[in-house]
């Protein structure tokens, strides 16, 4: 439904949970059609970023270092269930990193090319929960992986 009220000026629908008539979005958004992301960590939402979506916000529990886990058996999962639904392409994924000082920022680094190896097209640096104390602290982690991240940044 979202995807047809984003994408055309009028739209009737009738679905298992949803039913419209003569309704439309106007303007029309710029971007057509609109991605469509699901949040999540469990089977079910992953199934559905995979079939119905256009990507995967991952939540919590999802490690730092993804080939220390069975994010790798994971993503498989994920890309076979797009085949199987014949979707065309891969899955789009938002992986994670916490910026704290336990690791360097080259340990950040070898962190983010092993997301960007299993196929992550996004990546969220993360400073919460690490003792950090005001804006300028948060500012200056992130000043820190940036450089350590330039060769990510698009």
Same mark, same amino acid.
């Given at each position: /439904?979202?995807?047809? /009220? &984003? @994408?055309?000026?009028?739209? @009737?629908?009738?679905?298992?949970?949803?039913?419209?008539?003569g309704v439309s979005v106007n303007p029309l958004p710029v971007q057509r059609p609109i991605p469509? &992301?699901?949040g999540g960590s469990v089977e079910r939402a992953r199934r559905r970023?995979?079939?119905l979506g256009d990507g995967l916000v991952m939540q919590l529990p999802v490690p730092d270092?993804?080939?220390?886990?069975d994010w790798p058996d994971t993503m498989e999962e994920m890309r076979r269930w797009r085949r199987e639904a014949g979707k065309p392409g891969d899955v789009g994924f938002e992986a994670r990193l916490t910026l704290d000082l336990a690791r360097s920022p080259e340990e950040w680094r070898a962190t983010a090319s092993q997301w960007q190896e299993l196929g992550a097209s996004h990546l969220a640096v993360r @400073?919460?929960?690490?003792g950090l104390h005001g804006v300028e602290e948060h500012l200056a982690r992130f000043a820190l992986a940036s450089?350590?991240?330039?060769?990510? /940044?698009?």
């Open positions: /439904l979202l995807r047809k /009220l &984003w @994408t055309e000026p009028v739209v @009737t629908f009738e679905g298992d949970f949803d039913r419209v008539r469509i &992301w699901f970023a995979a079939v270092l993804p080939l220390e886990s @400073t919460i929960r690490l450089e350590a991240l330039a060769d990510f /940044l698009r």
